[in-house]
């Protein structure tokens, strides 16, 4: 029965990589590798999270130090736990974390020919409120393993090779794209692997919902204004959008890239580039926009067309539904 079939046949993310990758020859499965690394990291990251509570109320054993001083914060853990996690692999060469000013280049004995770029938990403010949070990555490849510099990582996004989010909610979903489409895979905790949960993911090409911290609406510019006023007062006869804004990048794009819609993070007049930081933030969920059919635009560019100049520089973004961010697109080229 094709229902047996379903239940005892389990695509796991590492089957499923394994499976695209075998597609090319040349392949030697670093890749794959690379990428039990990160879903390592987001399998620790998801335990503690879920025991962030506990951990607090009671002080888990182990996690209170000598001098008694406070556990390591969520945030800066989860970081040690990926930079441990993508040096061992020996596939990578730069990492580059939000939690970290500089960029970390990997020992000449232990590199490989990638870099990776993440945000280990981004969201971080919400945790205390059980809100959803997430890790954010995007892999690009060496130019030159031997002579590493901070070029490889400030490439634009379209260079990326893969990105992806594994977002801490209800359930711990991660969401993939090696740049043939878009891909979700969701935690079995009792079997500690993603299962194949989305395969193929698209957007739709138009939305009912937008999704932006309207609190700065008093120092927007004149498109973005426009934009979020025609939500609210359409004058095509079409009904107003929905509004709907958690203040957790993951958990805000997870939810335009299945139900559609518009995320918003413009720039204000007291941000001129926005908040959100191109590397980690923008240019993965850029790339899993465009993969599954959406858009994404700075109000300027597409954003994967943006070249960072610094690994922590931010840019405003539009992302979501094709014709949504058209819309957007339309408004910016008005005003020009
Ligand atoms: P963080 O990296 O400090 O956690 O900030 C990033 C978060 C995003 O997850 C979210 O989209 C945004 O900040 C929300 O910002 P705001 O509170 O200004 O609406
Ligand atoms: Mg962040």
Redesign the pocket.
């Known amino acids: 029965h094709a229902a047996d079939a379903h239940r005892t046949d389990l695509m796991t993310i590492t089957r499923f990589v394994l499976n695209e990758q075998s597609k090319y020859p040349e392949s030697r499965g670093d890749f794959t590798i690379l990428l039990s690394h990160i879903v390592l990291g987001c399998k620790f990251v998801c335990t503690a999270v879920n025991k962030a509570g506990l951990a607090k109320l009671l002080g888990l054993a182990g996690e209170t130090n000598v001098q008694g001083e406070d556990q390591k914060k969520l945030d800066v853990l989860s970081n040690e736990v990926f930079i441990k996690a993508l040096v061992s692999s020996g596939r990578t060469c730069i990492l580059v974390s939000?939690e970290d000013e500089e960029a970390t280049f990997v020992e000449p004995s232990k590199r490989g020919k990638y870099c990776v770029v993440f945000?280990p938990l981004?969201?971080?403010?919400n945790i205390d409120c059980g809100v959803s949070i997430g890790t954010i990555f995007g892999i690009y490849m060496m130019k030159d393993v031997h002579e590493p510099t901070l070029d490889d990582v400030l490439q634009p996004g379209k260079n990326m090779l893969a990105a992806g989010y594994c977002m801490y909610g209800s359930s711990c979903t991660l969401v993939l794209s090696t740049g043939k489409g878009v891909n979700g895979f969701t935690l079995d905790p009792s079997l500690g692997e993603f299962i194949l949960t989305h395969p193929d993911i698209k957007i739709p090409n138009k939305g009912k919902i937008y999704s932006v911290?309207e609190g700065?609406a008093k120092n927007w510019d004149g498109p973005t204004s426009k934009y979020v006023e025609s939500c609210k007062f359409p004058k095509d006869g079409s009904s107003p959008k929905s509004l709907r804004?958690i203040?957790?990048?993951?958990a805000?794009v997870h939810r335009t890239l299945l139900y559609g819609g518009i995320f918003l993070?413009p720039a204000d007049k007291k941000s001129p580039n926005g908040?959100?930081?191109v590397l980690y933030?923008v240019f993965p969920m850029s790339f899993l926009m465009e993969q599954a059919g959406g858009q994404a635009f700075t109000g300027k560019e597409r954003a994967l067309d943006l070249v960072p100049t610094k690994i922590h520089e931010r840019a405003p973004i539009f992302l979501g539904s094709y014709d949504d961010v058209e819309e957007i697109k339309r408004l910016y080229a008005a005003e020009e």
């Open positions: 939000e945000d981004d969201g971080s403010s911290n700065n804004y203040g957790s990048m993951v805000d993070y908040k959100l930081r933030e």
